[in-house]
């Protein structure tokens, strides 16, 4: 077994990295359930991404496992918090381990880390918006203390389907 495996290395995000950040969201594209689109992005999207993260002081974090990325986390936004400044303590972010890493505890990882800058942030909630059939997800979010706070049926359409998103919540002033 692969010791470093169990074991990444949690760090930020550099330029080097687009191509395998690119690569792990565009993996789960085909799933249906991850990111509503039927599209797969460019590694210039994703540079544009990460740069506007960056720039609005916003964490994009890599889990690197003997010297490949193999999973992706950040926040932003909920809701415009510069127009809308009362939405200035709350984020919504995204978690994203490569297909042949998981179930090793990456996500766990990246969470870890990312929910502390969270709070090093000054930041109370954290939303998880998830598909209703993404069940790994969902239910990787309850063990990590996310609650459900609300459904929005058929809100997507994408792969022909129409989906449904579940809202989950971390109260992060009120965990450790
Ligand atoms: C959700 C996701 C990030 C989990 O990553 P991971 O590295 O496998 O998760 P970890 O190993 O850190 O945590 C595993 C825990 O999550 C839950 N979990 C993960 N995959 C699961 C699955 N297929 N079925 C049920 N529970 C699952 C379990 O609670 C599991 O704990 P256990 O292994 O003790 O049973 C990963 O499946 C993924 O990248 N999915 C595609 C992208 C996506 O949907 N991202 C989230 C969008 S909001």
């Known amino acids: 077994m692969n010791s470093m495996a169990t074991d990444p290395t949690i760090r930020d995000a550099a330029d080097a990295d687009v191509a395998a950040i690119t690569a792990i969201f565009n993996q789960a594209i085909p799933d249906g359930t991850a990111e509503w689109t039927e599209?797969?992005?460019?590694?210039?999207?994703?540079?544009a991404w990460m740069r506007a993260r960056l720039a609005a002081q916003r964490p994009?974090?890599?889990?690197?496992?003997?010297?490949?990325?193999?999973?992706?986390a950040s926040y932003g936004d909920f809701r415009d918090s510069t127009l809308r400044e009362g939405f200035r303590f709350v984020c919504e972010h995204s978690v994203y381990v490569d297909r042949e890493a998981r179930r090793r505890g990456?996500?766990?990882?990246?969470?870890?880390?990312?929910?502390?800058?969270?709070?090093?942030?000054?930041?109370?909630?954290?939303?998880?918006?998830i598909d209703a059939e993404n069940h790994a997800s969902i239910r990787f979010h309850q063990r990590r203390g996310f609650v459900e706070v609300g459904r929005m049926p058929n809100?997507?359409?994408?792969?022909?389907?129409?989906?449904?998103?579940?809202?989950l919540q971390l109260d992060l002033a009120a965990t450790p």
């Open 39 to 47: 599209r797969l992005h460019t590694d210039d999207e994703r540079a």
């Open 60 to 72: 994009v974090l890599v889990a690197e496992s003997d010297g490949a990325v193999v999973g992706v």
């Open 106 to 129: 990456i996500a766990h990882a990246l969470m870890d880390e990312l929910e502390a800058r969270a709070r090093s942030n000054g930041l109370h909630q954290m939303i998880a918006t």
């Open 155 to 167: 809100i997507g359409f994408s792969f022909d389907q129409w989906r449904t998103m579940v809202l």
